[in-house]
T-cell receptor, first 113, second 113 residues
Framework: ETGVTQSPTHLIKTRGQQVTLRCSSQSGHNTVSWYQQALGQGPQFIFQ???????GRGNFPPRFSGLQFPNYSSELNVNALELDDSALYLC????????????FGPGTRLTVL | AQSVTQPDIHITVSEGASLELRCNYS??????LFWYVQSPGQGLQLLLKYFSGDTLVQGIKGFEAEFKRSQSSFNLRKPSVHWSDAAEYFCAVFAGSARQLTFGSGTQLTVLP
């Protein structure tokens, strides 16, 4: 069984640019969530996708957007990057949208200069 | 709104000593609680979870946690710490309309030889 994978591993961007992060969910999982983990803090929920539709969102501005594809992989897009967007972005997948265990990927480290 | 508090930012123990990491939660309904571990530059690995039933739950790597509703706590314990346990530990609760995880700010564990 293949676990959750994310790409790229590291990314450096400048302020104002746009970035796309990618996530492949674990086999059999149809729900993907994205989290932002700033240095020294716990992960914070960005949003969740279930069967290609967003079904929950945390306290993040609209310039954070996402997609889920028919194979349940997902993208996180961030427009107009700010310095504070520098963080580890974690993707997690689970079986269905209920209160099931989430499995996390290794994350993408984004640095905004 | 739900929240998780981990009062200890950093704990140092000697190898072979016992360990207890504290976690307090605030949530209006029956909580689903988790402990995750994160090694440097890595994603999150689930140590154990509490959904219902026995309030003492066993996890991987010799960890256990006890759910105490009266104290709104879910403390993590290990009787004898190994050097490989050095990492950051996060307590989390399932909450919100999307059943997303709300994390505490984490406890950094250092193990002395």
């Amino acid at each position: 069984e293949t676990g959750v994978t994310q790409s790229p591993t590291h990314l450096i961007k400048t302020r104002g640019q746009q970035v796309t992060l990618r996530c492949s969910s674990q086999s059999g999982h149809n729900t993907v969530s994205w989290y932002q983990q700033a240095l020294g803090q716990g992960p914070q929920f960005i949003f969740q996708y279930y069967r290609e539709e967003e079904n929950g969102r945390g306290n993040f501005p609209p310039r954070f957007s996402g997609l889920q594809f028919p194979n349940y992989s997902s993208e996180l897009n961030v427009n107009a990057l700010e310095l504070d967007d520098s963080a580890l972005y974690l993707c997690a997948s689970k079986r269905d949208r209920g209160q099931n265990e989430q499995f996390f990927g290794p994350g993408t480290r984004l640095t905004v200069l | 709104a739900q929240s998780v508090t981990q009062p200890d930012i950093h704990i140092t123990v000697s190898e072979g000593a016992s360990l207890e990491l504290r976690c307090n939660y605030s949530y209006g309904a029956t909580p689903y609680l988790f402990w995750y571990v994160q090694s440097p530059g890595q994603g999150l690995q689930l140590l154990l979870k509490y959904f219902s039933g026995d309030t003492l739950v066993q996890g991987i790597k010799g960890f256990e946690a006890e759910f105490k509703r009266s104290q709104s706590s879910f403390n993590l314990r290990k009787p004898s710490v190994h050097w490989s346990d050095a990492a950051e530990y996060f307590c989390a609760v399932f909450a919100g309309s999307a059943r997303q995880l709300t994390f505490g700010s984490g406890t950094q564990l250092t193990v002395l030889p």
